[in-house]
């Protein structure tokens, strides 16, 4: 769980049963915080008080059904938690309440679409999906009795922070297949968003509110007030109106995703013409802290032409990748050297069977490439030749180098990655360039140098506190003394103060030039141990060309 994005709108209260109107109908919810009406359903048993404070609790419904208090409310129905006296269980039960002023044929379109919900929910047998257990017909009236699922909601989560990548995975994993068996049985679900998934006890996923799904072969229902379902995750060809498909439930799943893992909905504006309006044209900002398959699912989902988008087949590939656990690998760490020189999967351990074939393969990589171990998938190595060293990184990051035209010498080239989470710098400080006297007699005396003037050296921004957090120590580089240093704070920013972890490696050659190898990256979420890891990788395979 990350802290929200500042920037984001706050979803309106959690009811995980939710009617029609309580579906986003109106115009989407403002940036303000707001103040539950329809509080999540807890673990705990409703206290005598909030009995008391339900009125109709007590009430038996059906012979059988005996309403305890409520759960939550909107426009078109009442959600109590009930007894089931008959097998002793607890249930939900969805209690429809439609406006006295709406004329008859708006109120049957309205217990029509609660027949509906039921009907379109209990054809499913899908663990994702809320089951239904019975329709009871009150006064005319449809009541819908189902599981009780004791959770929250996305939604309600998303307003105390962001998913992180895998757990954004699992959740669409789930969705997915709710939807698929809902497609695969003619059903529409057309209300995909956060509020509408809720995350129950053991790990369990759920889509709930089946209540304006479209049924294959029925009539469509007329509908008061507009759009059915919440404008900023409708689908393009909806706003259209277009025919939808099962596409149009896999863009509201790519929206659910972009919200859940950037803090942010891509496309809610002020009011509901204007949120349309960005549906149809707007061009959300790529992701940022979903990365590789996920960022691949997320952008493929928003594809505007539902004929672009990516299957649910496809989506389950790449969210599964985002679950697989990672290949499993040996390190090697050289006796008076530094970082790993060989990464070797299990199957090439076991191709090698034999200590003189293993010692053979070391001592070559020592002689012909003693720093250049084999990358990670995805890392490239840049000749850097201002610098006189090699640098690897991730392939995809971006390159920056200092203006050539400034005044002031400068030997430095800077490695980002997209989102600008995890940023890689190499600096020389070359002796004879050097008349401040930066460069300390040694490369631990440079650390603990810098360590006494990190606000003074201008290199970490000016919201780093005066004591930042430090883990100096000594190590070597190609058997000669270098030093590393690892550096924790908080930014000093009173808006919205952001942990940070810094890694930075020292390695003064026999000529008196200073390297420092700086790797910057979140010291708190889902980018801490991918920071880490590319620290790691990044200084094990630093080959500096001079002596």
Do not use: C
């Not at 303000?32 to 999540?40: I, L, R, S, Y």
């Not at 609660?114 to 809320?130: F, G, I, K, N, Q």
């Not at 759920?206 to 507009?226: K, M, P, R, S, Y």
């Amino acid at each position: 769980m990350q802290p929200p994005n500042p920037q984001a709108g706050v979803p309106h209260p959690y009811n995980p049963y939710a009617t029609p109107a309580q579906s986003g109908g109106g115009q989407p919810q403002s940036s303000a915080p707001a103040q539950p009406q329809n509080p999540a359903p807890e673990q705990q048993q409703p206290s005598a008080l909030a009995q008391q404070q339900s009125p109709g609790a007590g009430r038996l419904i059906g012979g059988r059904y005996r309403l305890i208090a409520k759960l939550g409310h909107g426009g078109m129905g009442t959600v109590w938690r009930a007894k089931d006296e008959m097998v002793d269980r607890e249930v939900a039960v969805k209690e429809p309440r439609i406006p006295d002023h709406f004329p008859e044929r708006e109120r049957a379109n309205a217990f029509e679409r609660m027949r509906r919900e039921a009907r379109a929910a209990a054809r499913l047998d899908h663990p994702s999906v809320v089951n239904v257990h019975d329709v009871v017909v009150v006064d005319g009236q449809p009541w819908i009795v189902m599981e009780l699922v004791q959770g929250r909601s996305l939604g309600s989560v998303l307003q105390e922070g962001t998913l992180d990548a895998r757990e954004a995975a699992r959740v669409g994993l789930a969705v997915l297949g709710a939807l698929e068996a809902a497609h695969a049985a003619g059903i529409l679900h057309r209300d995909v968003k956060p509020d509408n998934i809720l995350l129950g006890r053991y790990d369990r996923i759920v889509l709930t509110d089946f209540g304006i799904a479209q049924i294959e072969g029925e009539t469509n229902l007329t509908d008061t007030g507009g759009f059915v379902g919440s404008p900023e995750y409708i689908a393009p060809e909806r706003v259209l109106g277009q025919r939808p498909g099962p596409a149009s439930d896999l863009w509201s799943l790519g929206v659910v995703l972009y919200a859940a893992t950037e803090g942010v909905s891509p496309f809610r504006r002020s009011n509901t013409p204007a949120t349309l309006q960005s549906v149809l044209n707007a061009t959300p900002a790529p992701p940022t802290a979903a990365r590789g398959p996920l960022a691949e699912v997320i952008n493929g989902l928003l594809q505007k032409d539902p004929a672009r988008r990516l299957n649910a087949a496809q989506v389950r590939t790449r969210l599964e990748q985002v679950l697989a656990p990672p290949v499993p690998t040996q390190v090697v760490q050289y006796a008076g050297g530094r970082g790993p020189a060989l990464r070797l999967g299990r199957k090439a351990w076991l191709g090698l069977g034999a200590v003189v074939v293993a010692a053979a393969v070391t001592a070559y990589v020592l002689i012909a490439r003693p720093f250049a171990g084999p990358l990670p998938e995805g890392w490239k190595t840049h000749q850097e030749k201002e610098l006189a060293a090699t640098l690897a990184v991730p392939k995809h990051y971006v390159r920056w180098v200092p203006d050539p035209d400034s005044y002031e010498k400068k030997h430095w080239v800077l490695y980002s990655d997209p989102s600008g989470r995890i940023t890689v710098r190499l600096d020389l400080l070359k002796k004879s360039e050097d008349s401040t006297g930066r460069i300390k007699d040694s490369a631990a005396a440079q650390m603990y140098h810098e360590n006494d003037s990190f606000k003074e050296s201008g290199d970490y921004g000016l919201d780093m506190p005066e004591n930042p957090k430090t883990q100096p120590k000594e190590s070597t580089y190609r058997d000669k003394k270098a030093a590393e240093n690892t550096i924790s704070y908080t930014t000093d920013d009173r808006t919205y103060p952001r942990p940070v972890e810094l890694r930075i490696f020292y390695y003064k050659t026999t000529k008196g030039d200073m390297y420092k190898l700086t790797v910057d990256y979140p010291g708190k979420g889902d980018f801490t141990e991918r920071g880490r890891e590319v620290a790691k990788t990044v200084i094990a395979n630093l080959d500096i060309h001079q002596p």
